[in-house]
């Protein structure tokens, strides 16, 4: 059976569209919550592929909704947007198969214009940083490492903008983002977030499963000045995942991620370039990826989830 890719929804009639990114649409709910919808949309160098990958939305939620519960159990004081994978009761039943276990309700939150980076391993842009400058995210690093191996002082805090849509984000220094969300919001986040990937790695290492770097967004709860943990948490599309059993220093890694479809575009040409759709071979071999991290993190088979 030929199991469809949902790229678009219309909740016209429903829910006002507060906001559509790259793989999700934001719906208001009423003044204190939102509905997240993740699509099968898959973007890679900031621009979104032609066609997307079937079941890619309701992965990335459940996978998220996952570690929500998981780091909530590791962390008793984190506090996250998350409130339930239930549909609000105002859907179309219509609709109800569209969006059910790719959608989440959430908390509504002042979100913080930075995205929180954590890097375990040197690799991705901060290898390539490191190779021509000896630092990552401005921030020297000690001489002498290889590709792909460990931070020897343990996990780094590399902040980014967030960036318009259309727009790239910016790889900053720590200090920038605290002139970007204030010092006191940004040794919060900076903690959390180191907080947030050790108990995430422990996790994932014990599952097979390497967390070479991730990206965290937060948000701010005005009423009681807290940060609150936001958007989706540790998939594969705002991680890179590595296989623990292959992995070895001085080399990339294969990824379970959507390395894949980078290392495509990037053999044909067609990195950074709008209206590109993927073969059937590249969109069935990254959906293969993100199943098994998926069913290696959780514990049990996709089509049983």
């Not at 199991?3 to 929804?9: G, N, S, W």
């Not at 559509?20 to 099968?40: C, E, M, Q």
């Not at 105002?90 to 609709?95: G, K, M, R």
Request: glycine residues 6%; charged residues 25%.
């Amino acid at each position: 059976m030929t199991v469809i890719a949902f790229r678009d929804f219309n909740l016209d009639g429903t829910f006002p569209l507060l906001a559509s990114g790259k793989v999700r649409d934001l719906y208001t709910i009423d003044s204190k919550t939102l509905l997240f919808v993740a699509s099968d949309r898959i973007s890679a160098y900031d621009v979104i592929m032609k066609n997307g990958v079937p079941e890619k939305g309701a992965l990335l939620t459940l996978l998220s909704a996952h570690w929500f519960h998981i780091l909530s159990a590791a962390i008793p004081t984190l506090k996250t947007h998350f409130i339930s994978l239930d549909l609000p009761t105002q859907i179309p039943q219509e609709l109800h198969a569209q969006l059910q276990n790719r959608s989440m309700q959430v908390r509504k939150l002042e979100i913080f214009p930075i995205e929180a980076i954590v890097r375990g391993y040197l690799t991705g842009s901060a290898w390539k940083e490191y190779q021509a400058k000896g630092t990552v995210h401005g921030m020297k690093v000690q001489p002498g490492l290889s590709e792909s191996e460990a931070f020897p002082q343990g996990a780094i805090y590399t902040p980014s903008t967030k960036a318009e849509a259309g727009q790239n984000d910016e790889n900053i220094h720590p200090d920038q983002a605290a002139k970007i969300v204030g010092e006191k919001y940004a040794k919060r986040i900076e903690q959390l977030a180191l907080q947030l990937y050790s108990s995430a790695r422990e996790y994932a290492l014990e599952r097979g499963i390497i967390i070479a770097d991730t990206k965290f967004e937060f948000g701010l709860d005005t009423e009681t000045d807290e940060v609150i943990l936001v958007d989706e948490v540790l998939t594969p599309d705002s991680s890179r995942f590595w296989l623990a059993s292959t992995y070895k220093i001085g080399q990339a890694q294969d990824s379970f991620d959507k390395q894949y479809l980078r290392d495509w575009l990037t053999t044909n040409g067609l990195k950074g370039l709008q209206g590109v759709e993927m073969p059937e071979d590249v969109m069935s071999k990254t959906a293969e990826k993100y199943k098994e991290a998926f069913e290696r993190l959780v514990g049990k088979s996709w089509s049983k989830s």
